[in-house]
């Protein structure tokens, strides 16, 4: 085995998905870890931005059976600290703790499950999240795993790490999936509450250290569809995937108590993400 192995590691997770055709070439393991430091106004996953286990509760799956009060009699209560221990008695799903800690020795079994999918379509793993490398020491675990095993390996990434943990992971990592929300500065902060500098950095070292790379822009109409044209430029001859906004993670707002602050938005059109991939060369077009 190799020493530099990191064995029996333990991560925040909030979900492991099993056959994805997204996030990566072929058919995919995707690992969401939980955790996030950054707030991006539409988040898609926003059970993903804490870096503690949370309860999500659903009203309407509520049957009023009684087993969470009376498992626990702060249920329903001003005293509630969203622990989640309660969603363990729950049977319609009305309560779900969202994040859990595993060890990397565990989900890596998960991932071995589907190997032979991998070797047939080209596919792979890909850590999402959150952010996977705000917890350097399982990514490296699971990353380190799947390349002794011969597995495509994909990160998705904001970038707002500290630069030595980007040149730590890129030697086993074969595809980053790296997000820019946006150029301008100031724009960005009041998108997702951080400057961008770090993350436009860090984007140039990945392409001077040779990674390979798809850069990943998401299109919410009224707050950064302005700059496509500027991240386009930013990008080069690189590639470019434009994803398009969309609010069907209201839901998930909901059951988190949040307010979804781009919930009006308007939801791009598949027409109008084919005239920009005609527009800009760079541009992915997967529709």
């Known amino acids: 085995m190799n020493p530099t192995l990191k064995k029996g590691v333990e991560g925040l997770i909030f979900s492991i998905q099993r056959y994805s055709l997204h996030d990566g070439p072929g058919i995919r393991t995707i690992v969401f870890f939980k955790g996030c430091n950054l707030r991006c106004l539409w988040c898609h996953n926003p059970e993903s931005q804490s870096a503690v ?18 498992f626990c009699s702060k249920a329903f209560t001003d005293a509630c600290s969203k622990c989640g221990s309660c969603a363990s008695v729950c049977r319609y799903g009305a309560r779900d703790k969202c994040g859990r800690k595993e060890n ?24 999402s999240g959150g952010e996977p490398l705000l917890q ?13 095993n011969g597995i495509h390996t994909a990160v998705e990434t904001a970038g707002n790490v500290p630069s030595e943990t980007l040149e730590r ?3 086993l990592t074969d595809l980053f999936l790296y997000d820019i929300k946006c150029i301008d500065t100031e724009l960005h902060k009041s998108l997702t509450g951080v400057s961008n500098d770090l993350i436009l950095s860090n984007s140039r070292l990945l ?13 919410v109409p009224g707050f950064n569809d302005s700059e496509i044209g500027a991240v386009s430029e930013f990008v080069g001859n690189g590639k470019l995937e434009l994803m398009p906004y969309h609010n ?40």
């Not at 990397?104 to 379509?121: C, G, N, P």
């Not at 350097?136 to 002794?148: A, H």
């Not at 949040?258 to 541009?283: C, G, M, W």
């Open 136 to 148: 350097p020491e399982f990514s490296v675990s699971l990353l380190e795993k799947c390349r002794e």
């Open 248 to 287: 069907i993670c209201s839901a998930k707002y909901n059951a988190l108590g949040r307010e979804f602050k781009t919930r009006k938005a308007d939801v791009p059109s598949d027409d109008f993400i084919r005239r920009l991939a005609q527009e800009y060369p760079n541009v992915i077009n997967r529709l």
């Open 169 to 171: 992971i890129m030697p």
């Open 104 to 127: 990397a020795d565990d989900v890596f079994d998960v991932i071995l499950k589907d190997r032979d999918y991998y070797e047939v379509s080209g596919g792979g793993v890909t850590l």
């Open 53 to 70: 286990p949370e309860l999500m509760i659903y009203p309407d799956k509520c049957r009023s059976c009684g087993a969470c009060t009376a």
């Open 207 to 219: 392409k001077n250290g040779g990674a390979e790379v798809i850069f990943r822009m998401p299109v």
